[in-house]
């Protein structure tokens, strides 16, 4: 947890959060994103937990995850297995391995590929390659965090559709 009193807003931890207003909320979630944090939460990393999550809001389709828009990371990138750029591969009429060669290999993950943001495939507000995206696009802002060999769900609250379900977890909606 992030240290309250850095970000003044120590009051939270003396205020019920069943009375917070919209306003403690963002200024909470405003600090936390400010550390480059996503809270991560007691619920595996799984289809049902995910989808479940994912249905509690909306995206608002403002494109910032291919843009690169909520991170000031330049190396931010979106993560691919081999399935999926194969996918990728097919659907854009491209060259497997020549597209593989344009790309950087995972730092981590056996046989994956890092699609450099912003995306080359996020073009006029809209994913080109939309039925095939990797499944990093299909779950954000939700993410798997590794802890003790099991994958749990982290939330990004670097936009409002993140900062949306973390709200209704914490209220315990
Ligand atoms: S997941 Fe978030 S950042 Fe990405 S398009 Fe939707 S609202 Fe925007
Ligand atoms: S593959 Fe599509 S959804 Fe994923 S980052 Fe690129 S444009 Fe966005």
């Known amino acids: 947890m992030i240290d309250l009193d850095k970000h003044g807003i120590s009051y939270l931890k003396f205020k019920p959060i069943s009375s917070w207003s919209d306003d403690d909320f963002a200024k909470l979630f405003d600090a936390i994103a400010s ?34 828009g909520i991170t000031d990371d330049e190396n931010a990138s979106v993560m691919a297995d081999k399935e999926e750029l194969e996918a990728i591969a097919e659907e854009t009429n491209t060259d497997f391995e020549e597209l593989a ?37 299909r779950t954000y802002p939700l993410t798997g965090v590794a802890h003790d060999d099991i994958s749990y769900i982290a939330v990004n609250l670097g936009c409002d559709y993140g900062r949306d379900i973390y709200k209704r977890l914490l209220k315990g909606d």
């Open 35 to 68: 550390e480059h944090a996503a809270p991560v939460v007691d619920l595996p990393f799984i289809a049902e937990n995910i989808e479940a999550l994912l249905s509690v809001s909306s995206c608002r389709q403002c494109g910032n995850c291919c843009k690169a």
């Open 101 to 137: 060669e344009k790309l950087t290999k995972h730092a981590t993950a056996k046989d994956a590929w890092c699609l450099p943001l912003p995306c080359m495939y996020y073009q006029d507000g809209h994913c080109l390659i939309y039925n095939v995206r990797p499944k990093v696009c």
